[in-house]
């Protein structure tokens, strides 16, 4: 399983907006309902900052994330709604619990 992590802080005006953003996203998601993919997305405490997590299970030929329509318009001028613009950090599961579901 291929993971990565993505940390990143908008704008305070834009934050309502990204929220929309992320929501339209995983009703696609839910649409979908792409094999393989395992996601999920977090606003921060202070309310401006975002978290998101995407795997992918192995033998699974690349991400479907970003085939979305909804991702792709939600990428599309993310740099312009950031305070902080997006890292993306590959990460190992050492193990996981009721992940979310």
């Not at 395992?38 to 192995?58: K, P, Q, R, T």
């Not at 997006?86 to 579901?101: D, E, H, L, R, V």
């Amino acid at each position: 399983m291929s993971v990565t992590i993505v940390k990143y802080k908008v704008k305070a005006d834009r934050r309502d907006e990204n929220i929309q953003y992320i929501s339209a996203v995983f009703d696609e998601l839910k649409e979908k309902s792409p094999a393989g993919l395992h996601y999920v997305s977090f606003n921060l405490e202070d309310g401006v900052s975002f978290l998101h997590i995407a795997a992918v299970d192995d033998g699974v030929a690349g991400n479907p994330l970003p085939q979305l329509d909804t991702f792709k318009s939600f990428v599309a001028d993310i740099k312009d709604r950031c305070e902080e613009p997006p890292a993306a950090t590959p990460a190992s599961i050492i193990g996981a619990f009721n992940a979310f579901s």
